[in-house]
């Protein structure tokens, strides 16, 4: 079966985003004042062929943990749906 | 003594670091595609800086996976010498073979400058002989260079005397001012628990040919030589 994972890449909380505050600033000239702690990560796609989700899930855990997050810096979050 | 230069696509201080071996210090050195599987009998390994993979999903992120890789990783949890440095930090980092991470600067610029670093400790093979009380004028070139890790890591990182250098001001002294990129508690260089494994964001390796008008880095390789020759 085929799996797509929806992927969230998002800095650590306690982390300066530092690309997120100049965002945050930028709402302000917009008039956006309203608008606080805009935080910016990374959303990735992706598909797997796996036989039941559960092995998929195992697939895309891996897959973050060794390379698409750094878990020093960051946390990921994901969903899977069949293709 | 031999020495062996990491060649990444996308690496470009690896031709700075093979003429500083080579010419300057007069010491065997050879380049070291990324797709090879041989080290070649290399005593010394470095990860030059650059753009490994043009910074794709995060710096050094998909150079860690580079086939030479496993075996240079090997080659350092053997005890074989390793050094990072800027780009090569960052895979340092992202391999694990070093504590903590580097994130973007504070002030989101790309920083290219001379900057100071004091010297924290002479208990390792590349600052051995380097003077404690001077402050070193070494360039710094990176978007990425911002020195973190978690408190408990700060903490073990620097009780088990693993700081290398910090930022300075051009009189030593370690200040706010001086830190150039938000790096926590003004750290530039560390090494592993170990101490075969040396990673800097700085590049010494661009301050010590004479031509260049600056020599302040020559002391860390002049450690190396001094100690293993």
């Known amino acids: ?83 | 003594m031999k020495f062996g230069v990491v060649v990444f696509p996308g690496s470009n201080c690896d031709q700075d670091a093979i003429n500083l071996f080579g010419n300057v210090l007069g010491q065997k050195v050879v380049p070291l595609w990324h797709k090879d599987h041989d080290l070649q009998g290399c005593d010394f390994i470095v990860l030059p800086g650059g753009f490994s993979y043009g910074d794709y999903l995060r710096s050094g992120a998909i150079a860690r996976f580079s086939p030479i890789m496993k075996e240079v990783i090997d080659f350092a949890n053997k005890g074989g010498y390793l050094m990072g440095i800027c780009n090569g930090f960052q895979v340092l980092g992202e391999a694990g073979l070093v504590p903590g991470a580097l994130l973007h600067n504070d002030n989101r610029k790309f920083i290219c400058k001379n900057v100071y670093l004091k010297t924290q400790t002479q208990n390792s093979l590349i600052t051995a002989q380097v003077d404690l009380d001077k402050a070193l004028k070494i360039p710094i070139a990176h978007g990425e260079g911002k020195y973190y890790a978690d408190a408990d890591t700060l903490k073990m990182v620097n009780d088990n005397d693993q700081v290398l250098f910090r930022y300075c001001d051009e009189n030593g002294n370690i200040t706010a001012e001086s830190n150039p990129n938000g790096s926590l508690e003004n750290i530039a260089g560390v090494c592993n628990k170990n101490r075969n494994v040396f990673g800097m964001m700085p590049h010494p390796e661009r301050a010590s040919d004479s031509i260049l008008a600056n020599q302040d880095g020559l002391a860390l390789f002049e450690s190396i030589l001094q100690a293993v020759l």
């Open chain 1, 1 to 83: 079966m085929k799996f797509i994972a929806e992927i969230d890449v998002m800095p650590l909380k306690e982390i300066l985003d530092p690309q997120g505050k100049a965002v945050t600033g930028s709402m302000k000239n917009l008039g956006l004042s309203e608008i606080h702690n805009v935080r910016i990560g990374k959303h990735i796609t992706l598909e797997i062929d796996a036989e039941t989700e559960a092995a998929a899930k195992e697939k895309v855990d891996l897959a973050c943990q060794k390379l698409l997050a750094n878990l020093i810096m960051e946390q990921y979050h994901f969903t899977l749906h069949q293709a």
